[in-house]
């Protein structure tokens, strides 16, 4: 073997070991959280990330150009004083919700997204629950005082409801001063599930402020490599 061919393969080799060495390094969540243990479904889930170095973003979430409508890209900010989280914060609200603190992770995706996976902690509430033209008021209803933390002033009912909303009055009927904080996300930033059950709320009063929205969604976990609860 030539010198020039000895070079080569030498280069070679160098460049494979240190792609060896690349692809078996540790993949923290940040430069000092490695792991989060919470719980889902009543058993203990470790968030982590993907600790192959080479593993790519499952198929589900590598489409780039699904169609619009309706599949569109949701703006950055969705309302006035709801805020956009990224995945630390998400993360960081879990733990918060594991503690005992008065929010609540929704998962705002129909069940059969649900089963190929969740962020651990969330609780599944389908948009379709929350939406006027595919559930009905008193249905609305259940989830938020059931689910939500929402009461209600006096005997209100679904009726009163339904006029509240017509003559734009939801605050006489509603009190959310003991409501939780809510942590809606669905598929993605082009996914349209959460911001259908983010309108409903809007509409129904719910305070702005206690309205968080992750954005990316599942398509920003997944490629992170972060884990999910099935």
């Not at 918060?96 to 705002?108: C, F, H, K, P, T």
Request: aromatic share 8%; hydrophobic share 45%.
């Amino acid at each position: 073997m030539n010198k020039i061919m000895q070079m080569a393969v030498g280069v070679v080799v160098s460049v494979l070991s240190i792609n060896a060495i690349a692809e078996n390094k540790p993949v923290g969540i940040t430069g000092d959280m490695m792991s989060v243990t919470v719980k889902h479904a009543g058993a203990d889930v470790d968030i982590v990330r993907n600790q192959d170095n080479a593993a790519i973003v499952k198929d589900a979430y590598a489409k780039t150009s699904r169609p619009c409508p309706p599949f569109c890209i949701q703006p950055i900010k969705f309302a006035p004083g709801i805020e956009t989280l990224g995945e630390v914060e998400v993360i960081d609200y879990v733990q918060r919700q594991q503690a005992g603190e008065n929010i609540l992770v929704v998962d705002s995706r129909t069940p059969d997204w649900v089963k190929r996976g969740t962020i651990p902690g969330a609780t599944n509430i389908p948009f379709t629950d929350l939406h006027p033209s595919k559930s009905t008021t008193a249905t609305i209803m259940n989830v938020m005082l059931n689910q939500f933390g929402v009461k209600l002033v006096g005997d209100a009912d679904e009726f009163d409801v339904d006029e509240a909303l017509v003559a734009g009055t939801v605050s006489d009927v509603f009190d959310y001063s003991d409501a939780k904080t809510l942590v809606l996300f669905c598929n993605g930033m082009w996914c349209g599930q959460s911001p259908a059950s983010m309108k409903t709320l809007m509409k129904f009063g719910y305070p702005q402020e206690k309205i968080k929205w992750f954005r990316g969604g599942m398509q920003t976990w997944e490629i992170l490599g972060l884990s999910v609860a099935m």
